[in-house]
């Protein structure tokens, strides 16, 4: 294991100040938004704002991901072509459908990241379609790049025709076969959000509800949610021994002069550290 995917909270990417303040956020993965909470005549400079912010990197101690426009929109090559770059960890598709809309996007950032010589970046995609709910195995299981799936509830809701309610939310077949699903592919699964800012009781029961299906984490909107968030998806023992063994090794690599070092064969860097460090100190 090299990511925490308790918390995932989306930043609007055409707002500087929302940027800036991304800094000091403690989810464990940032995403920044080209979809849903920007205007279609505001996606280009939301573009380069999130390129910009890419290059103060090692000002946030989360994880950083872009949520690319759909599949369906066209727009996500252009999305690709300005946002990746040394800095980005992943990025998060929503509505994905099918595998071969993966393998188109998959085409276009190996052919970036040859160009500009990075390392493979993570795919999180989203489901938020009954086609999309269909196929969530063969998404889950696409490949290494694929760490974690999210489940995106309200366009789901919409794709079947169901009103969405805090007592019942609908599309319960849905939201229990995702994370079924990720488990079975050997990844993890991202709840979908709680949209009502001011019931913290009810995001906690929607938490725990949650966990109980096997969720590692959720979609956040606000970061009043994610102190809530945290608690309810408090680390398991798999988790806590990861981030031990992290800080160890970090450590010793570090007295060497090395930035960044291995785990179970997997690169970890400062960032990990951060995480780790953040994970036991919950834990304590």
Known sequence: M???FRSLIFVPGNNPRFLEKAKKIQADVICFDLEDSVPDDEKTNARKLIKNALKSRSEYSSSIFVRTNSPS???VPSDLKEIIQKGIDGIVIPKVNN???LKKIQKILSSL???KKLKPIQIIPSIE???GVVNSYPIASFGNRVTAIIFGIFDLLNDLGVEYTKDSPGGKYSRYKIPVDAAAAGISAIDGIWQDLKDLKGLQNDCNFGKSLGYSGKSVIHPDQITTVHTSFYPNNTEIAWAEKVCKVYLESKKK???ATTVDGKMIDEVHYKQAKALLDIVK
């Open 2 to 4: 090299t990511q925490l």
């Open 73 to 75: 929109s066209g727009k």
């Open 99 to 101: 595998v071969a809309e």
């Open 113 to 115: 990241e040859k160009s």
């Open 129 to 131: 379609s009954a086609e």
């Open 257 to 259: 002069g090395k930035g």
